[in-house]
């Protein structure tokens, strides 16, 4: 099964050990053996800089509020969703 991967948090469980990493968007593939991400963006919760995560959630959402082409606004809204997802991650685990 191949599938859409959307920006959030992504949860891997190995050893009985949890890792958390917030990650973008892009491919899934799952099979009965193994599962394969494709991202644009993946980074471990505690790699995760909350302070440069919120400046970037600023800086996109303000380039929101001016005129843009479509296509700046396609690529604001996916940097902007990859903030968001960062700063979700890293206030869930503290």
Do not use: Y
């Amino acid at each position: 099964m191949v599938t859409q991967l959307v920006p959030g948090e992504l949860i891997v469980r190995k050893g009985g050990r949890d890792d958390f990493m917030a990650v973008g968007e892009r491919l899934v593939e799952a099979n009965n053996e193994r599962v394969s991400i494709v991202t644009n963006m993946a980074v471990a919760v505690d790699r995760i800089d909350e302070a440069a995560a919120e400046e970037a959630r600023q800086r996109a959402a303000a380039h929101l509020r001016e005129k843009s082409s479509p296509e700046e606004a396609a690529s604001v809204n996916a940097a902007l969703a990859r903030s968001l997802a960062q700063l979700h991650v890293k206030r869930w685990h503290r």
